[in-house]
């Protein structure tokens, strides 16, 4: 599929679209490529699994693209949970969330009492009020593309809809497991990304597993 054109009001627009009727879109994130899907449609992520060869039991995030969206859609998280997340989000980052309410299944992969969330800063799809489940626009175990071309033709191809946006940054998200954090203030961070170890001490404290 040929990338799609126009202002950001018309990329938006058309990002919702896709995914409200089951397509599966190529989009830039605020950090690589990514492919989203209506995280709550089976058939949309069986498909978004199939395309870039990832097995359904590996977990893949849910991305809102407006953060009170995200929290009205997590209402058991806790306070202490709740009040970290406000100072993370939105932003280069992937929690790690206890989910007693196992929102989102098809996204959580194996343990559907962890929901990983993304809320990212992109104000390009600012207004898009649906949820998708998010992963890298990449083979399995390939390199995150950072520029359209670099996304395979395999998935460009297969996609709803394609969206340029340019060279992105090229660091992934980090990834911040804060399951146990109301209970014990315990954080980790499961992979290194975009944003540091010395912002995450100045938001989340220092009492953290290594």
Same mark, same amino acid.
């Given at each position: ?11 938006? !627009? !058309? ?11 190529? %989009? ?15 058939? !949309? ?25 995200? %929290?009205? $859609? ?8 709740? !009040?970290? $997340? ?48 998010? #992963?890298? $626009? ?51 961070? $499961? ?15 220092? #009492?953290?597993?290594?």
């Amino acid at each position: 599929m040929s990338p799609e054109t126009g202002g950001t009001a018309v990329s938006a !627009a !058309a990002f919702e679209r896709c995914i409200s009727v089951g397509g599966v879109a190529v %989009f830039p994130a605020d950090t690589v490529y990514g492919l989203a899907c209506d995280p709550d449609n089976r058939l !949309a992520v069986e498909r978004l699994y199939r395309i870039k060869g990832r097995p359904l039991d590996k977990p893949s995030a849910v991305m809102f693209f407006d953060v009170e969206l995200a %929290f009205a $859609a997590l209402p058991e998280l806790g306070p202490r949970t709740h !009040a970290a $997340a406000v100072r993370l989000l939105p932003g280069p980052v992937s929690l790690l969330l206890p989910n007693p309410a196992q929102r989102f299944p098809l996204a959580c992969g194996r343990d559907a009492s962890t929901l990983g969330l993304r809320v990212p800063t992109l104000q390009a799809l600012v207004d898009v009020r649906w949820p998708v489940l998010q #992963s890298s $626009a990449n083979l399995a175990g390939g390199p995150d593309p950072v520029r359209l071309e670099e996304v395979p033709d395999r998935i460009c191809q297969a996609a709803d809809l394609v969206m340029d946006g340019g060279a992105l940054p090229g660091t992934a998200s980090t990834v911040i497991d804060l399951r146990r954090y109301e209970e014990t203030g315990e954080w980790s961070v $499961a992979r290194a990304g975009a944003v540091e170890r010395e912002q995450l001490l100045d938001a989340l404290g220092s #009492s953290h597993s290594h």
